[in-house]
């Protein structure tokens, strides 16, 4: 182990090129002159676990759920009003 130290700008960039420039850890790590595992265990510190994810996919969920369903209510009012106009015209003589 050669206890060399990075700065975190220097770990930060070296992530974003894995996680958001989608390279490969052999890839950078060669390039950078960083172990591979050095950069797998500054990679995973920053991905979320799988439980933040599922809780995170689990929050959008409901939000979806809400919002639809509040369009949904929208649309029933909608509907219903639209149903007694069509009963007052259809009741008005011609």
Known sequence: MSG???TPEFK???VKQVI???YTIAEVSER???SSHSLYKWVNAVKPTET???KNELLE???EILK???QLRRTEEERDILKKA???FASQPE
Request: proline share 0%.
């Open 4 to 6: 060399q130290r990075y």
């Open 12 to 14: 930060d960039e070296a």
């Open 20 to 22: 958001d420039r989608g």
């Open 32 to 34: 950078l002159g960083v």
């Open 52 to 54: 933040e994810q599922q």
């Open 61 to 63: 969920a409901k939000s």
């Open 68 to 70: 639809l369903r509040s």
């Open 86 to 88: 069509a009963r007052y």
